[in-house]
């Protein structure tokens, strides 16, 4: 079982961080813990460097305090904010290059069913918005279509925020940002439907205005893609540094954005998935 | 995953490589390549289309679908091949693909990162020119630019070469104090499209398997400690920790590279390969110009003239101490290369002390041969 690889070597106690120690004694591994259970265990991320209000800050501790079983979870991300918070992270996670997480995910989880054929491990692919919309979109669809077992998630703060905030395919049409200097041209880019017809059998947008909807949301994706195939979500991450608001304002938003319509909460699943969580949420509160 | 298993035994390394009885087969380089790969041990391949590699990656299908390989599929473009191939070795598997050409540069990103990340990769690259114009004819232009990446870079001569090559290159690349990615380059066409006799050993032994917690660096299985682990971690603040790290970092891939001279010289039998070494005119070259300058060599010969030949195997690391070794009190060194840039007598010139000898010449490229005479006028030129 691979909780014990948080285990410190005898003799090296005294020099290991607190930090360390308190998620050998703390740590949320194997305890299936989630949302509820925040502030009475050690979190898997801390002393991040993103900025104050980052949305993919909250984002990601929601994420990670989310997951079904840490304790067999590898992360890919990948270039941009959301990769300046993996190291981290506690949990095995990969960096490879801008916008590929999707292809390394593909061949990790298809080694480690070949290693682990009795043990599920759980892949999750976590980028931003260039990174899974743009850039990287083509070997994206195509895990999709292939039907890749893992859950793939959007930090999605509308820009290039790592960059100096440039303008990407998610970002709002009108938007003002750098390199379109005249307002974005084009509509945002529909991509929980791509997901959906590109054979996500569960695919989401969503915001972080509601956590415990949020970790229902992760924890579907995880345990769905395990077992029927690909799954997307999407998490509007508001960026105060870029969209020039206050960070204590990035709630708010993400609150009016959703109420507005200018984010709508959308949730998609194949007929076998939704059969699938009425299984898994039988008798459970979610 | 296929589900079909095959009856091969576990051998030694050794015993597969130097020990085991060959037997004499009259095949392709593609063929030679699903040779090699049936007694690799390999669990995952992930292949993409191109001539004039396709072939081969076919091949390694059918290896798939009869069990020889645990997982196969065909990927969305280079990039993504090399990228998925970059999870499956993190993920602790041992893995193989190919490609070539406007393929390589097409996923050119992802070298650098393999070398960086430490992955034990094995990739063949079958040479075609590169755009523009679009050309799929044999040309060793790409080899020139992947010699930086940090990868371990072997040329194969001859659809045997190829065969042993890919073969020991697993577990040279494999090995703790090396773990880098090899490249084993062959030249489209002249070595994937003929025919050849090959010496191979018996159908029914294969390599050890991979063994990643050998690894100098962690897998990403969640077994291994420490679980605060992240492949590869950027050092890209700006203050001098984060340069010193990338620097070191940086280093140590070289370093591994240089320490992989020993298993190269035990596995391959050197960095290079000498015919008539004591001749006062060398030709120095790799891959299929060497075929070509062996050619020549027995033309000369008969002529009562006595030319050698230093054939380099392995690019990086490169056998700089050979060649300055036995370029030594030699009248000239005459490079022919299949390319225009001349990437290698640019190597050669590098390192041999009076490089005024060193010849880049005959250069041959955009898919044209390289017939003997040009070698033979060549040499008469400096008699």
């Known amino acids: 079982m691979s909780v014990k690889i948080v285990k410190i070597s005898p003799g090296f106690e005294e020099i290991m961080p607190k930090d360390y120690k308190d998620l050998v004694s703390n740590g949320p591994y194997g305890k299936g813990f989630g949302i509820k259970e925040l502030g009475t265990f050690k ?132 938007a003002v940002l750098n390199m379109a200097p005249t307002g974005k041209k084009y509509n945002k880019l529909p991509m929980a439907e791509i997901a959906r017809d590109a054979g996500c059998v569960y695919s989401v947008s969503v915001t972080f205005a509601k956590p415990k909807r949020l970790e229902k949301i992760i924890r579907r994706a995880v345990l769905i893609a395990r077992q029927l195939g690909p799954t997307y979500i999407q998490i509007y991450c508001p960026c105060p540094t870029n969209y020039k608001h206050k960070p204590s304002e990035s709630l708010e ?8 319509g200018a984010y709508p909460v959308k949730e998609y699943m194949s007929p076998e998935a939704e059969e699938l969580i009425k299984k898994l949420e039988e008798g459970k509160k979610c | 995953m296929a589900v079909k298993t095959t009856s091969q035994s576990i051998v030694e390394p050794e015993h597969l490589f130097f020990k085991a009885e060959r037997e004499k087969q009259f095949i392709t380089g593609s063929e030679a390549v699903k040779e090699a790969i049936k007694r690799a041990n390999v ?6 289309p191109i001539t004039p590699q396709s072939e081969s990656m076919h091949l390694v299908g059918d290896l798939y679908a009869q069990g020889y390989v645990k997982d196969y599929y065909r990927g969305e ?118 025919r050849e006799i090959v010496e191979i050993a018996p159908e029914d032994i294969k390599l050890p398997p991979y063994n990643p917690y050998k690894s100098p660096v962690p897998v990403m299985d969640m077994e291994t400690p420490p679980v605060r682990q992240m492949r590869d971690p950027f050092v890209m603040k700006s203050n001098f920790i984060s340069y010193a790290t990338h620097a070191s970092w940086q280093q140590e891939v070289r370093a591994a590279a240089e320490r992989a001279r020993k298993h190269i010289n035990r596995y391959l039998g050197g960095l290079i390969e000498t015919e008539n070494e004591d001749a006062d005119i060398l030709f120095m070259t790799s891959g299929t110009a060497a075929s070509q300058a062996r050619a020549a060599i027995i033309e000369l010969e008969k002529e009562g003239i006595k030319v050698g030949l230093v054939k380099i195997k392995s690019l990086r690391p490169f056998p700089t101490e050979d060649i300055r070794r036995i370029a030594k009190n030699k ?41 003997v005479e040009l070698l033979l006028d060549e040499i008469k030129k400096h008699l």
Not at chain 1, 253 to 260: I, P
Not at chain 2, 143 to 158: F, K, Q, R, S, Y
Not at chain 2, 167 to 178: G, Q, R, T, Y
Not at chain 2, 341 to 367: C, H, M, Q
Request: proline share 4%; hydrophobic share 45%.
């Open chain 1, 43 to 174: 979190e898997l991320i801390e002393e991040h460097p993103l900025c104050a209000g980052c949305g993919l800050a909250l984002s990601k501790r929601l994420i990670l305090a989310s997951l079904p079983s840490p304790e067999n979870t590898i992360i890919v991300g990948t270039t941009g904010c959301s990769s300046l918070s993996f190291s981290q992270v506690a949990l095995h996670n990969i960096h490879s290059i801008f916008g590929n997480q999707n292809a390394v995910a593909t061949g990790l989880k298809r080694a480690l069913e070949i290693r682990f054929p009795d043990v599920i491990k759980d892949v999750v692919a976590i980028g931003g918005d260039g990174a899974i919309g743009d850039i990287g979109l083509g070997m994206v669809m195509h895990s999709w279509f292939r039907g890749e077992k893992f859950a793939t998630i959007m930090l999605d703060n509308e820009s290039y925020a790592n960059t100096g905030g440039q303008e990407s395919g998610m970002s709002q049409q009108g």
């Open chain 1, 253 to 260: 938003r993400a609150r009016d954005a959703e109420k507005s």
């Open chain 2, 77 to 194: 473009n280079e990039l993504g091949v090399m990228s998925a191939v970059a999870g499956a070795s993190m993920g602790g598997v041992r893995v193989f693909t190919a490609t070539g050409g406007q393929g390589s540069l097409r996923a050119f990103e992802m070298f650098p990162t393999w070398a960086g990340a430490r992955l034990p990769v094995v990739c063949a690259f079958f040479c075609r020119g590169l755009n523009s114009p679009l050309t799929i004819q044999p040309d060793t232009i790409e080899i020139g630019l992947m010699l930086d990446t940090g990868m371990i870079i072997l040329h194969a001569e001859t659809a045997q070469d190829l065969y042993d090559m890919i073969l020991k290159a697993f577990i040279i690349a494999e090995e703790p104090d090396v773990h880098l990615p090899i490249a084993v380059f062959a030249d489209g066409f002249f070595v994937t499209h003929t």
């Open chain 2, 331 to 371: 009248k000239a060194i005459i490079v022919p290369e299949f390319n225009i840039t001349g990437w290698l007598a640019r190597e050669i010139k590098a390192v041999v002390e009076d490089n005024s000898k060193v010849i880049g010449a005959p250069r041959v490229f955009g898919g044209m041969t390289m017939p």
């Open chain 2, 43 to 48: 669990d995952m391949a992930i292949s993409y």
